[in-house]
């Protein structure tokens, strides 16, 4: 993972790039949804953790899509349908 001076995260390290379609699994920790399909918007450092957005644009309740955050290693890619 390359970090500079400001702890700015790059996608250099990582499976998936901004804009990629994905899944995000939250299966194994603690959120709303299990799983979502969307799309990589950002990725950044928050209390020293890697934080990966995702943008759920199927959400029927938000115009714009709805942003989550998730762990790199909770991002699935390419965009498979995880196993149950």
């Known amino acids: 993972m390359s970090v500079t001076q400001s702890n700015s995260v790059s996608f250099e390290e990582y499976?998936?790039?901004q804009g990629d379609e994905v899944f995000?699994?939250?299966r194994e920790g603690m959120s709303s949804e299990d799983v979502i399909h969307g799309e990589i918007e950002e990725i950044h450092?928050?209390?020293g953790e890697v934080v990966v957005q995702v943008v759920?644009?199927?959400n029927e309740h938000f115009a714009g899509g709805k942003t989550y955050d998730a762990a790199p290693e909770w991002i699935l890619?390419?965009?498979?349908?995880?196993?149950d």
Request: hydrophobic letters at 30%.
């Open 77 to 83: 890619t390419p965009a498979v349908e995880p196993d």
């Open 56 to 58: 759920d644009h199927e």
């Open 45 to 47: 450092r928050s209390a």
């Open 15 to 17: 499976p998936f790039d």
């Open 24 to 26: 995000a699994d939250w």
